[in-house]
Nanobody, 123 residues
Framework: QVQLVESGGGLVQAGGSLRLSCVTSGGTFSTSAMGWFRQAPGKEREFVAAISWNGAVTYYKTSVKGRFTISRDNAKKTAYLQMNNLQPEDTANYYC????????????????WGQGTQVTVSN
C-alpha cells in the first residue's frame, strides 16, 4: 500500500515562497513518476507539475512555469514543489500523486494520492 504525505503548506503573502514536500512509503518511489495537483474551493482539481521517475522529464501548468519547480530525491523517497512569487490565484489545497515511470497531466492517470496541504496566498 503506497502512502503519500504532503507538508510545507501555509499562509504567505503575495510574492513569497513555499516549498512543498511529499514523502512516500510502501511503494517503489524510484520507479514512480510524481505529480502535483491543486484544488481551490468550488473548482475542479487541476494539474500543476509532474516529474518522471528519473527526474529527466518535467511538465508544468503554463501559469506556474518559471515560478514553480518540481524535483525529487529518490534516496529520501520525497518529491518537492518549490513555489516562488506566489500569487493569490495559487491559493488551493495541493496534492501529490504517483504513477509508474512516465509523468502525465491528467489526474485520472495517477494511481495513489496524498491527503493534501493547504496553501493560502494573501494580497
Amino acid at each position: 500500500q503506497v502512502q503519500l504525505v504532503e507538508s510545507g503548506g501555509g499562509l504567505v503573502q503575495a510574492g513569497g515562497s513555499l516549498r512543498l514536500s511529499c514523502v512516500t512509503s510502501g511503494g517503489t518511489f524510484s520507479t514512480s513518476a510524481m505529480g502535483w495537483f491543486r484544488q481551490a474551493p468550488g473548482k475542479e482539481r487541476e494539474f500543476v507539475a509532474a516529474i518522471s521517475w528519473n527526474g529527466a522529464v518535467t511538465y508544468y501548468k503554463t501559469s506556474v512555469k518559471g515560478r514553480f519547480t518540481i524535483s525529487r530525491d529518490n534516496a529520501k523517497k520525497t518529491a518537492y514543489l518549490q513555489m516562488n512569487n506566489l500569487q493569490p490565484e495559487d491559493t488551493a489545497n495541493y496534492y501529490c500523486a504517483s504513477r509508474p515511470y512516465v509523468p502525465a497531466r491528467g489526474a485520472d492517470e495517477f494511481d495513489d494520492w496524498g491527503q493534501g496541504t493547504q496553501v493560502t496566498v494573501s494580497n
